[in-house]
């Protein structure tokens, strides 16, 4: 197993190796802009029924590897079906997004059933072995989880935005912030263990809303969380390699890369990555950073953004990704185009 898993050009790269051309996903690559994940989704009735029922989960993860030729999987689930398993109320309303039951107290947190999240999510746990038995053996599968602070912001706020009452606890109670944080850590050192032992090759940290904190309690609660939780599953799971995504940190994400231990970081789109790569503080792994926006817009221009970025990162282990998810909008030709492209680049110079 080992073995066979070091061939995988994703987990190379998560090992520090610079593999040419660089090994491909995209993030939300299941989804809407997908005509066959749209008949799914109507099958499933609501999102949430989506994510746990496993034949249909297992389905949507395979459709966008099956169509494109993805070098890895990402698990088909959210990030809020953490929070859901432990017991908070959560509904995607149709066109709105996911809105949550807000925890404006510490006894809303204390309401919680950690004890509950292992049959909670028990099926997605049946989704990764599912997934992991399907795959082509060269196919990466990447669990994932929120980060503990974009987690936080939404089971404070209750929905997405630019989480106003998260930011206020942060000064105004904020040993409510810290207490909801320490029970989403330790959650998700179960959760991403879990999806480890049941089959996913590596895991990656979805931290959305890490870019919206000052130094102080960037480092407070995005850089020391990460760094428990990556700590803890290389205790439980030696050798496991974890991918972090603190979106728009700007030069946070300098230490976040010094101080976390992850083997990889997501570069969102505002991120230069030769610039990046050239002040990151140690040998890590990059992951991006297309625009989304480009890629649904197509044109010369994508395939041109395509061919700088990777040549950009030339040397360095990248994994090429968009910097933020696929919009439904985008046409699933154009994807196509960016991996055909990307697949086809012959070594040497970037011609301007
Ligand atoms: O393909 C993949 O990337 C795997 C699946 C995945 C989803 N969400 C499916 C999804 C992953 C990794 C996520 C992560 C996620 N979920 C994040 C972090 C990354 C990011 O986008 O910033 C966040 C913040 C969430 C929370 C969330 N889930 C929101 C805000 C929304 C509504 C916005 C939207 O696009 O509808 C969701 C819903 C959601 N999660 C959908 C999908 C495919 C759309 C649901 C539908 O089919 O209607």
């Given at each position: 197993?080992?073995?066979?898993?070091?061939?995988?050009?994703?987990?190379?790269?998560?090992?520090?190796?610079?593999?040419?051309?660089?090994p491909?996903?995209?993030?939300r690559?299941?989804?809407?802009?997908?005509?066959e994940y749209?008949?799914l989704?109507?099958?499933?009735g609501?999102?949430?029924?989506?994510?746990?029922?496993p034949?249909?989960?297992?389905?949507?993860?395979?459709?966008?590897?099956?169509?494109?030729?993805?070098?890895?999987?990402?698990?088909?689930s959210?990030?809020?079906?953490?929070?859901?398993?432990?017991?908070q109320k959560?509904?995607?309303a149709?066109g709105?997004?996911?809105?949550?039951?807000?925890?404006?107290g510490?006894?809303?947190?204390?309401?919680?059933?950690p004890?509950?999240?292992?049959?909670?999510?028990?099926?997605?746990m049946?989704?990764?072995?599912?997934?992991?038995?399907?795959?082509?053996?060269?196919?990466?599968l990447?669990?994932?989880?929120g980060?503990?602070?974009?987690?936080?912001?939404y089971?404070?706020?209750?929905?997405?935005?630019?989480?106003p009452?998260?930011?206020?606890?942060?000064?105004?109670d904020p040993?409510?912030?810290?207490?909801?944080?320490?029970t989403?850590?330790?959650?998700?050192?179960?959760?991403?263990?879990?999806?480890?032992?049941?089959?996913?090759?590596?895991?990656?940290?979805?931290?959305?809303?890490?870019?919206?904190?000052?130094?102080?309690?960037?480092?407070?609660?995005?850089?020391?969380?990460?760094?428990?939780i990556?700590?803890?599953?290389?205790?439980?799971?030696p050798?496991?390699?974890?991918?972090?995504?603190?979106?728009?940190?700007?030069?946070m994400?300098?230490?976040?890369?010094a101080?976390?231990?992850?083997?990889?970081?997501?570069?969102?789109?505002?991120?230069?990555?030769v610039?990046?790569?050239?002040?990151?503080?140690?040998?890590?792994?990059?992951?991006?950073?297309?625009?989304p926006?480009l890629?649904?817009?197509?044109?010369?221009?994508?395939?041109?953004?395509?061919?700088?970025?990777?040549?950009?990162?030339?040397g360095?282990?990248h994994?090429f990704n968009l910097?933020?998810?696929?919009?439904?909008d985008?046409?699933?030709?154009h994807?196509?185009?960016?991996?055909?492209?990307l697949?086809?680049?012959?070594?040497?110079?970037?011609?301007?």
């Amino acid at each position: 197993m080992t073995g066979q898993r070091a061939e995988k050009p994703v987990l190379r790269v998560l090992g520090g190796e610079a593999v040419w051309p660089p090994p491909v996903w995209l993030m939300r690559q299941a989804g809407r802009y997908l005509p066959e994940y749209r008949k799914l989704r109507e099958k499933a009735g609501n999102f949430i029924a989506l994510c746990t029922t496993p034949p249909l989960a297992t389905e949507v993860t395979l459709q966008p590897v099956r169509r494109f030729g993805m070098d890895a999987a990402i698990l088909f689930s959210d990030i809020l079906i953490l929070p859901w398993a432990l017991g908070q109320k959560l509904r995607f309303a149709e066109g709105e997004g996911p809105r949550l039951e807000r925890i404006d107290g510490l006894a809303g947190l204390e309401a919680l059933d950690p004890a509950a999240l292992r049959q909670g999510t028990e099926p997605v746990m049946e989704t990764v072995s599912r997934v992991r038995a399907e795959l082509p053996p060269e196919t990466t599968l990447i669990g994932f989880a929120g980060s503990p602070f974009t987690v936080a912001c939404y089971m404070i706020d209750g929905r997405g935005g630019d989480f106003p009452l998260t930011r206020e606890v942060a000064y105004a109670d904020p040993a409510l912030l810290a207490a909801v944080i320490e029970t989403v850590t330790t959650a998700t050192i179960d959760y991403l263990s879990w999806q480890i032992e049941a089959g996913a090759d590596c895991v990656m940290l979805f931290d959305s809303w890490a870019g919206l904190l000052p130094p102080d309690l960037f480092r407070a609660h995005v850089i020391h969380p990460t760094a428990r939780i990556v700590e803890q599953l290389r205790v439980r799971h030696p050798g496991v390699k974890v991918i972090g995504f603190p979106r728009l940190g700007g030069l946070m994400t300098l230490p976040y890369i010094a101080d976390t231990g992850v083997d990889a970081v997501g570069m969102d789109t505002s991120v230069d990555p030769v610039a990046l790569a050239r002040l990151a503080p140690r040998r890590v792994a990059f992951q991006g950073n297309l625009d989304p926006l480009l890629l649904r817009a197509g044109g010369i221009s994508l395939g041109q953004a395509v061919e700088r970025i990777a040549r950009g990162l030339a040397g360095h282990p990248h994994i090429f990704n968009l910097g933020h998810g696929i919009v439904p909008d985008t046409p699933p030709e154009h994807v196509a185009a960016v991996i055909e492209r990307l697949r086809s680049l012959e070594p040497g110079e970037l011609e301007e």
